[in-house]
């Protein structure tokens, strides 16, 4: 069994990315947001073009990323999986670098983490940076940088944790959906089984409660729903 997890909204209490746009990219960057959410670019184009907006030295960027906190339920989350021997990958449509930063902050490393590469270069003494997608996907539906789908696809058993848009496409393809926030919304507007959550210490009972079923039933999703 794999168990996967959304990052931004998710293990983190704010969405690690946004935040740092705010900070560092000006207004600009909520104009390529609209663009996105009007379904006018993917959310792969979508970062590359909010991530170029960024100014700052990484000196300047480590400490903002050092002042954005997680899920203090996370870490009894991670040591439950450990127990059971059930890997943990993260799969994020963020910033790989922003998520190993936050995370070593709190103590945790050595978590595989799938999303967009961070690359910065150096010119008359000014850092830019730039996203390299290691996941894209022709036909992805959302465009996206880092197809979730794509991630997951494998004979194992399947667990997903997700919150928000860039969880929309793969969580009809998973064995298991934890959800909150506007992915509950979609899932109960697709007919899309899962169980709801609202932080990790409110996941961990519920997850131990339905694990046994699902490995008795194979790759059929439990009808379980909890607002």
Not at 67 to 92: A, H, K, M, N, Q
Not at 161 to 172: H, L, N, T
Request: proline share 4%; glycine share 8%; net charge negative.
């Amino acid at each position: 069994m794999q168990v996967f997890c959304d990052f931004d909204g998710t293990i983190s209490i704010e969405d690690a990315t946004d935040m740092v746009l705010t900070r560092f990219a000006g207004s600009e960057w909520e104009d390529i947001e609209k663009l996105w959410k009007q379904g006018l670019i993917g959310s792969g184009e979508c970062m590359r073009r909010q991530i170029a907006l960024i100014q700052a030295n990484r000196g300047e960027l480590d400490r903002f990323l050092d002042t954005l906190s997680i899920d203090p339920g996370f870490e009894g989350f991670l040591s439950f999986c450990r127990r059971g021997e059930l890997p943990v990958t993260i799969v994020s449509d963020g910033v790989d670098y922003f998520i190993r930063r936050i995370l070593a902050r709190h103590g945790i490393d050595g978590l595989p983490i799938i999303a967009n590469v961070l690359t910065c270069s150096v010119s008359q003494g000014r850092e830019s940076y730039s996203l390299f997608p290691p996941f894209t996907a022709t036909g992805c539906v959302s465009g996206a940088g880092v197809c979730k789908c794509r991630v997951v696809d494998s004979n194992d058993l399947q667990v997903y944790i997700g919150d928000g848009r860039s969880d929309f496409c793969v969580s009809d393809k998973v064995d298991l959906v934890f959800a909150k926030a506007k992915l509950v919304d979609y899932c109960e507007e697709n007919g899309i089984p899962y169980v709801g959550f609202e932080d990790f210490s409110d996941l961990l009972p519920k997850m131990e409660a339905v694990l046994p079923s699902v490995e008795r039933r194979s790759r059929t999703l439990p009808h379980f729903k909890t607002a």
